[in-house]
DNA sequence: TATTGTTATACTCTATAACTATA
DNA sequence: TATAGTTATAGAGTATAACAATA
């Protein structure tokens, strides 16, 4: 999977300037500017969403300087009693090899560690430092208020339709 | 925007293997594994199903090789008349510097053509070739086989519901 | 033989900045 | 001065392949 459709930089601008468009409402002095059979795609839609929450998403722990892949990392680190990088790779589904970067820079910031596993010797069990696990707690209330701002945009029952729904995606 | 939830490289595997399960459902033998309060964060399930949708689409469009960014510069460009390429990375929301690599590469397989502008000697217009044209044809009617799948999965209603949600979205 | 963590390579996407030719 | 198209650079994300240590 390496290409996408193109999408909005930034959810702000694009909503002002151009994107978005109907083709009952289009752009006033020379006619142009649709998004064409654009309009009926749920792909592209589910693009410029996911781009825009993400980007809600990054500007809310932007203190902490954790965006959603550190984030994903951390929660599940946090969540499993010393889990394995294949099973946290596994878990997220992303390449070990993507992992190990990752937690580089995790571990470079004193938020994890890799402990010996006391059953493999290939693998590192690992773990939030105390650090990690403070700063995972803060990173947990600011998603919180991140997902407030969600639901308070969607509506609480449109968000847990959402929710549902993606969560029940499989092609 | 440059960072991202982790997320599945393909849905089908994901689906067999670890990831997507609850906490109620998890892996047998040593415990582990759960999202945590990933579970919860819509943003991480709206990155999910995008990477689904995507990987359907451009498997459904491979025979061609258009993938979601082309396809979707080929439907502004041939919804429009002559479009500049500062319209057409407006309306899609992209960078203009984007856009221009994009276009050499469109125009390399003699999709589309920038047209001397008539009324700005800096601009395009932007065209699709005849060939182009042909190809673009062949592209909508295989994205719309791929969305009929989508509609089929969803079920016709929560498609629409589902597009609606997602259009309107806005942060 | 297979798996774990690792390193390396390559291509796409994204975000900038700067240049040129026009306006 | 501002804009259109272009070039260049850099950091992420993604997809592979290969390797050493261990199972």
New interface residues.
């Given amino acids: 999977?390496?290409?996408?459709?193109?999408?909005?930089?930034?959810?702000?601008?694009?909503?002002a300037?151009?994107?978005?468009?109907t083709t009952a409402a289009r752009r006033s002095d020379?006619?142009?500017?649709?998004?064409?059979?654009?309009?009926?795609?749920?792909?592209?839609?589910?693009?410029?969403?996911?781009?825009?929450?993400?980007?809600?998403?990054?500007r809310t722990l932007a203190e902490i300087d954790i965006?959603?892949?550190?984030?994903?990392?951390l929660?599940?680190i946090?969540?499993?009693?010393g889990?394995s990088q294949a099973?946290v790779a596994?878990?997220?589904?992303?390449?070990r090899a993507?992992l190990v970067r990752m937690l580089d820079r995790l571990e470079r910031r004193g938020l994890t560690i890799r402990q010996p596993s006391s059953t493999d010797r290939r693998s590192h069990a690992l773990q939030l430092t105390p650090h990690g696990q403070k700063l995972f707690k803060r990173a947990?209330a600011l998603?919180a208020t991140h997902?407030a701002?969600?639901i308070g945009?969607?509506g609480a029952a449109?968000?847990k339709?959402?929710?549902k729904?993606?969560?029940d995606?499989?092609?």
């Avoid at 999977?1 to 959810?11: G, K, V, Y």
């Avoid at 965006?67 to 990392?73: D, L, N």
């Avoid at 596994?90 to 390449?95: F, K, V, W």
């Fill in positions: 999977m390496a290409e996408r459709w193109l999408s909005p930089r930034t959810a702000g601008n694009r909503a300037s151009g994107a978005r468009r020379h006619e142009p500017a649709g998004l064409g059979v654009l309009e009926n795609h749920l792909g592209y839609f589910l693009r410029r969403a996911q781009i825009a929450v993400f980007q809600d998403f990054i965006g959603p892949a550190q984030y994903s990392v929660t599940v946090g969540s499993n009693r889990p099973e596994d878990l997220l589904g992303i390449e993507r947990k998603a997902e701002r969600l945009r969607l449109h968000h339709l959402l929710l729904a993606l969560h995606f499989e092609l």
